[in-house]
């Protein structure tokens, strides 16, 4: 049964509601960022009054810390529905073409690389930070398996391979790439797995 099955009417029209808050959020964020985005932005773009939106989310900071989380959720729940049959590396590149994908999309903006301030905002928020910590644990383990299978470099830290796959995410050559080249979208996911896993140098 899903959530909505438990959920009265008003309930479930509070949640989607809430679901396109979000959404919205997500899109401003990803496009103006968290210092020019304004709870006015997020309001006019779903129609709803300023004093609607404030019912669901208290503030800028509570209404950015929601969406992130959400993010979060949604890159531990990809993780989680892999098969078990694939590798450690699978996983890890199966992962960031997800990431990638949703990024290409526009609805992945990559707050805690931005600013000090918002990076300061967010580990205030203990949800964000126990989700984080959370999905963290999740990739190292697999980093580690893959160096011991040797499908990734045993001689580098794994703190290094986890922090070099993080920066993947929020590379700037894919907005480049999307932008300026004449790649599609597959074509961009493509290459920046090759690059991530690969490396440059010939095969």
């Known amino acids: 049964m899903s959530i909505f099955g438990k959920l009265s009417f008003k309930d479930q029209a509070f949640k989607l509601r809430e679901d396109s808050i979000l959404d919205a959020t997500t899109g401003i964020l990803a496009t103006k960022g968290f210092d020019l985005m304004t709870m006015d932005d997020v309001a006019n773009l779903i129609g709803i009054s300023k004093p609607s939106l404030y019912k669901h989310f208290k503030s800028k900071e509570d209404l950015v810390g929601s969406t ?12 989680d529905q892999l098969p078990e049959t694939l590798s450690a590396k699978e996983k890890l590149s199966a992962l960031l073409e997800w990431a990638l994908r949703v990024r290409l999309e526009g609805g992945m903006p990559f707050l805690p690389s931005t600013s000090a301030h918002v990076r300061e905002m967010l580990m205030r928020n203990l949800k964000y930070v126990g989700k984080v910590l959370k999905l ?3 990739l190292e383990k697999l980093v580690q398996q893959a160096q011991k299978k040797d499908e990734l470099n045993a001689d580098l830290p794994s703190d ?10 929020c590379d700037p050559a894919v907005e480049y790439l999307q932008r300026f080249s004449k790649m599609n979208k597959d074509d ?9 896993f690969d490396g440059l140098k010939n095969k």
């Open 68 to 79: 992130m989380v959400r993010l979060l959720d949604g890159a531990s729940y990809q993780l």
């Open 136 to 138: 963290n644990a999740k």
């Open 160 to 169: 290094v391979i986890l922090y070099s796959y993080y920066a993947r995410t």
């Open 188 to 196: 961009i996911v493509k290459h920046m797995l090759q690059v991530c």
